[in-house]
């Protein structure tokens, strides 16, 4: 194995942090499908795809190193939300998590002069900026919404956020 246990452990523990964040957004963008907020529920699951893909090029640095990937039980997503902001709320919460998370392993790669898995990390670090970024974008957008019509509305601006 090119890479410590102790960093291929903490990679497999975010192999599996970005499949739960997979099965948040999917869940997220279900809740938006019983609201009614198609486009918002088709950004969502765009989000989970990206999440999933994120996981997946883990495992595949993991498997490069030399290290087995190690998948563990997910826990169950949130299933009941009361509204939109509550959602994008719930996914700015989610992606600062991770940002911690991925700060932690950037730190370590530091700490044990792993610089494949600093590169790496700072690939992941980088996305990051753009995800919280995108996310409390989001949220602000739907904070000034007053009203169901203008959440529907709102829905014209995420379009673009999917299709741009």
Same mark, same amino acid.
């Given at each position: 194995?090119?890479?410590?246990?102790?960093?291929?452990?903490?990679?497999?523990?975010?192999?599996?942090?970005?499949?739960?964040?997979?099965?948040?957004?999917?869940? &997220?963008?279900?809740?938006?499908? *019983?609201?009614?907020?198609? +486009?918002? @529920?088709?950004? $969502?699951?765009?989000?989970?795809? /990206? #999440?999933?893909?994120?996981?997946?090029?883990?495992?595949?640095?993991?498997?490069?190193?030399?290290?087995?990937?190690?998948?563990?039980?997910?826990?169950?997503?949130?299933?009941?939300?009361?509204?939109?902001?509550?959602?994008?709320?719930?996914?700015?919460?989610?992606?600062?998590?991770?940002?911690?998370?991925?700060?932690?392993?950037?730190? &370590?790669?530091?700490?044990?002069? *792993?610089?494949?898995?600093? +590169?790496? @990390?700072?690939? $992941?670090?980088?996305?990051?900026? /753009? #995800?919280?970024?995108?996310?409390?974008?989001?949220?602000?957008?739907?904070?000034?919404?007053?009203?169901?019509?203008?959440?529907?509305?709102?829905?014209?601006?995420?379009?673009?956020?999917?299709?741009?």
């Amino acid at each position: 194995m090119m890479i410590s246990k102790k960093m291929a452990d903490r990679l497999n523990l975010q192999v599996n942090n970005e499949y739960y964040a997979f099965w948040i957004y999917q869940q &997220m963008s279900f809740a938006f499908e *019983d609201m009614g907020l198609t +486009v918002f @529920a088709k950004l $969502f699951h765009k989000q989970a795809a /990206e #999440e999933r893909e994120h996981a997946e090029k883990i495992a595949k640095y993991l498997v490069d190193q030399g290290a087995p990937v190690v998948l563990s039980e997910l826990g169950a997503p949130k299933t009941k939300f009361k509204s939109a902001e509550e959602i994008i709320k719930g996914a700015v919460d989610h992606e600062l998590k991770v940002t911690k998370d991925w700060n932690e392993i950037s730190d &370590m790669a530091i700490k044990e002069k *792993d610089h494949a898995t600093r +590169v790496l @990390a700072d690939w $992941f670090v980088e996305e990051q900026v /753009e #995800e919280v970024s995108s996310m409390e974008e989001l949220l602000n957008m739907v904070k000034l919404t007053q009203n169901q019509g203008q959440l529907l509305m709102l829905e014209g601006r995420v379009w673009r956020m999917i299709e741009g």
